[in-house]
Nanobody
Framework: QVHLVESGGGLVQAGGSLRLSCAAS????????MGWYRQAPGKERELVAR???????TYTDSVKGRFTISRDNAKNTVYLQMSSLKPEDTAVYYC???????????????WGQGTQVTVSS
């Protein structure tokens, strides 16, 4: 089984920075994509950034140039460095991984519990 532990959320002023971390633990699995989604009050959950196990990254347009996603495959950990934060970045940020158990063909998504990021103006 996979277990995700997120950390790094909090309150920051506009223009500030935060770094989110998400570590996957457990045994007997492989991870493909790792990423971050966010959900603001009254809005749908949206992709923020994701990274493949080969390092290919994707960002939503609103965070390009401000956020950087990275991962440490040896630690099964994904990071989201957020800079030049804006009030509209305020949301609950969820870690997401695509994983499969050894011996199983299908990749499945797994979600973290979410961490609150609040940007004050």
């Amino acid at each position: 089984q996979v277990h995700l532990v997120e950390s790094g959320g909090g309150l920051v002023q506009a223009g500030g920075s935060l770094r989110l971390s998400c570590a996957a633990s457990g045994s007997g699995f492989s991870i493909n994509y790792m990423g971050w989604y966010r959900q603001a009050p009254g809005k749908e959950r949206e992709l923020v950034a994701r990274i493949s196990n080969g390092g290919t990254t994707t960002y939503t347009d609103s965070v390009k140039g401000r956020f950087t996603i990275s991962r440490d495959n040896a630690k099964n950990t994904v990071y989201l460095q957020m800079s030049s934060l804006k009030p509209e970045d305020t949301a609950v940020y969820y870690c997401n991984v695509d994983f499969r158990m050894w011996g199983i063909q299908q990749w499945r998504p797994y979600w973290g519990q979410g961490t609150q990021v609040t940007v004050s103006s």
